[in-house]
């Protein structure tokens, strides 16, 4: 696989912000890491034209975009820059609905793989309307990727492409998070965990990510909430936290760079990560958690592959979704059972490294190219 000619077509790329942003990042430089050729083409966050650059080994096109609306990206030379593609094989990361129909408008002659991170779940509406669309798309698309086990069979989307199903978890660079250099854990413990415990929740702060029940769950356990990150949820959380008493419990840290949030990780007695609803697919910050010697509270959400990450009980803890007794109750047990705490750590770093390295997930990922590429060749006739 020395040599492959990989392009990552993407709705953006860091320096913008998000999951997929990030993860698309991770992927692209480690397959360059392992000898493949990678370039990304994805639409122009910021305003200006068409910016061609490089991000280490891997080159980057991003494509003007003149006008959004309706999660949809109006980029004019998006179709021009899909049919210039040189490459033995194109990998989107899915949803992306401004991606796929400039895919199916520049119609490349090359195999085509999508990550299908999450169903489309709240905006039903505009799921309804696009999936004509989508069946065409996903039609021509020669191998789709799921992020776990329980999502590629939980989704019924999916079940309809079983026969190109692939499973490959997505993997994080855990050497910053298993190394304990420049650790500043001790001075935010003693900062903000005051003598008592110290919990720790982390993401955007939407509908999906369920931290009303992190909240709540304060009402039933001593301690403090450190939670980092931004979002349209922020102003009711500290409203419902204001009404239960527990807003002097709970520091609002905002956005915080990813290398930033590693002490968070090892300062906190436990990870809290209440989600609840499939929106939320996998939780990549449980891994860091994992990586970092957090341990991890989620929970039980049908068809997702959040509780999936973590494994089987002693590894992480899984409540029922929407409970948040249950998920103080997690928390106290890994306060009051003796060893608990660590044999959760030293069984999930374990796991994180064995299953979600970045170096693993870009080898299956290329591995996943060949089989395709593969399929292609015996199509052809002699």
């Given at each position: 696989m020395n040599g492959l000619r990989v392009c990552h077509v993407g709705k953006y790329y860091p320096p913008a912000p998000g999951g997929i942003e990030t993860h698309t990042k991770t992927l692209a430089r480690a397959q360059a890491d392992l000898g493949?050729?990678?370039?990304?083409?994805?639409?122009?966050?910021?305003?200006?034209?068409?910016v061609h650059e490089h991000d280490g080994p891997v080159a980057i096109t991003r494509?003007?975009?003149?006008?959004?609306?309706?999660?949809?990206?109006?980029?004019?030379?998006?179709?021009?820059?899909?049919k210039a593609i040189d490459a033995d094989i194109l990998h989107m990361q899915a949803p992306n609905p401004t991606m796929i129909l400039a895919l199916l408008a520049a119609r490349p002659k090359l195999p085509l793989v999508v990550t299908y991170q999450s169903d489309v779940i709240h905006q039903k509406l505009r799921a309804l309307l696009f999936r004509p669309l989508e069946r065409w798309f996903y039609g021509k698309v020669a191998a789709i990727v799921s992020t776990s086990p329980p999502y590629a069979t939980g989704s019924e989307f999916l079940r309809a492409y079983s026969d190109r199903l692939r499973v490959v978890p997505m993997g994080v660079d855990l050497a910053p998070y298993l190394s304990d250099t420049h650790d500043e854990s001790a001075r935010i413990r003693a900062e903000h965990g005051r003598g008592g415990p110290l919990w720790l929740a982390v993401g955007r702060a939407v509908y999906y990510k369920g931290f009303v029940n992190a909240v709540c769950a304060l009402k039933h356990i001593?301690?403090?909430?450190?939670?980092?990150?931004?979002?349209?949820?922020?102003?009711?959380?500290?409203?419902?936290?204001?009404r239960l008493g527990v807003l002097d419990r709970i520091d609002f840290a905002g956005?915080?760079?990813?290398?930033?949030?590693?002490?968070?990780?090892?300062?906190?007695?436990?990870?809290?990560?209440?989600?609840?609803?499939?929106?939320?697919?996998?939780?990549?910050?449980?891994?860091?958690?994992?990586?970092?010697?957090?341990?991890?509270?989620?929970?039980?959400?049908?068809?997702?592959?959040?509780?999936?990450?973590?494994?089987?009980?002693?590894?992480?803890?899984?409540v029922p979704m929407n409970e948040p007794e249950a998920l103080a109750g997690a928390?106290?047990?890994?306060?009051?059972?003796?060893?608990?705490?660590?044999r959760l750590i030293e069984a999930a770093r374990h796991r994180a490294e064995a299953e979600f390295d970045h170096r693993t997930m870009a080898q299956r990922t290329l591995e996943v190219y060949q089989s395709v590429l593969n399929r292609s060749v015996a199509a052809v006739p002699a």
């Open positions: 493949a050729a990678v370039r990304v083409v994805c639409v122009n966050h910021e305003r200006g034209s068409t494509v003007e975009r003149r006008a959004s609306g309706l999660k949809l990206d109006y980029c004019p030379g998006l179709v021009r820059a899909l001593e301690g403090r909430l450190i939670l980092i990150g931004d979002g349209p949820e922020i102003p009711a959380l500290r409203a419902e936290a204001a956005t915080l760079p990813y290398l930033k949030i590693i002490p968070y990780y090892r300062a906190a007695d436990a990870f809290w990560f209440p989600s609840n609803a499939r929106s939320e697919a996998f939780g990549l910050v449980q891994v860091e958690a994992m990586a970092a010697g957090c341990p991890v509270i989620n929970t039980a959400i049908p068809g997702s592959g959040v509780p999936w990450v973590c494994g089987p009980e002693g590894t992480g803890l899984t928390a106290r047990r890994i306060l009051d059972e003796p060893g608990l705490r660590s």
